[in-house]
């Protein structure tokens, strides 16, 4: 039930959205489309690298970016959602091993939305900004990420104690590193490409 609950809220939250979407210019409109389309799919790449993902990078360009911060957390939610909804796809269809929806969903994306607030202290021109927020994103994704995971079950089976907790960052270390550098390239990616475009689009002008 609470799983459902989550799902329907983040539907509706989504069509929300509706009213500022209709409001960006085509040229953001297009961007941001084309930001969460491609990073749900390359979610269902197959033996892709631990870790290696958009959605950090993608939390920190919609921080940075989009005018309405309340908004800007849809950005990475509706990659997330879509991703999922695509996995569970396969899955019900028999494609895949696993499903989109899961146990413990819920506190992963209000992590990753909580990510994009550290995007809100990004001013978009500034490259160290950008880069000590690809530091401390996948930083502070880990530390709570794992702390949730050793809390709620023991954290890959390991006991809750400080050993215990210690042991569970190390199992996470694989997954530390990958977002380290997929956060590190995607935000070069997202940056830059929307500098780029930005400029594009102010000598056509």
Known sequence: MRQKSFTRGLFIYFCHLNNYIMKLNRQ?????IALVVVASLYRLLPNRPLGFAPQIAMALFAG????SRRHAFAVPLLSMFL??????????????DYGGFYSGQLLNYILFAGLTVIGFFIQQHKAWQIGLGALAAPTVYFL?????VWIGGGGYHHPKTWEGLMLTYMDGIPFYTGSLYATAVF?????????FLKQASLKTA
């Open 144 to 148: 709570a990420s794992n702390f949730l």
């Open 83 to 96: 991703g999922d909804l695509l996995f569970q796809g396969l899955y019900l269809a028999g494609l895949s």
């Open 187 to 195: 935000c070069a990616t997202f940056f830059g490409g929307y500098a």
């Open 64 to 67: 940075s970016v989009i005018a």
């Open 28 to 32: 953001t409109l297009l961007t941001l």
